[in-house]
Nanobody, 122 residues
Framework: QVQLVESGGGSVQAGGSLTLSCAAS????????MGWYRQGPGNQRIMVAH??????????QYENTVRGRCKILRDTAKNVVYLQMNALKVEDTGVYFC?????????????WGPGTQVTVSA
């Protein structure tokens, strides 16, 4: 059973920085990609950043509003992904969820962490 544990959330003032961590347990199947999603007002989860973690693949994508301010990193040895956030804005406030997509012979399986709160005050 794959489990994702997030940490690093908290309250900061606008312009500050935070680094989120997501530790994932090992899976019997290879990980296709991991990423971070933000759930703000309206309960809609929006992709903030994700990175392909398959062998020999290092493709990274960012949401337009965070591009240039955020960076997603991965530590394959520890099976941990990080989201470095700088110059935080109030609009960045929300619950951040770690997502992992695992390849499966039948169908890809999606796992979600419980989420960590990020609050940015003006």
């Amino acid at each position: 059973q794959v489990q994702l544990v997030e940490s690093g959330g908290g309250s900061v003032q606008a312009g500050g920085s935070l680094t989120l961590s997501c530790a994932a347990s090992k899976s019997d199947f290879p990980t296709e990609r991991m990423g971070w999603y933000r759930q703000g007002p309206g309960n809609q989860r929006i992709m903030v950043a994700h990175v392909s973690t398959a062998e020999g693949v290092g493709i990274v994508q960012y949401e337009n509003t965070v591009r240039g301010r955020c960076k997603i990193l991965r530590d394959t040895a520890k099976n941990v992904v990080y989201l470095q956030m700088n110059a935080l804005k109030v609009e960045d406030t929300g619950v951040y969820f770690c997502k992992m997509v695992v390849s499966h012979p039948i169908q890809d399986v999606i796992y979600w962490g419980p989420g960590t709160q990020v609050t940015v005050s003006a």
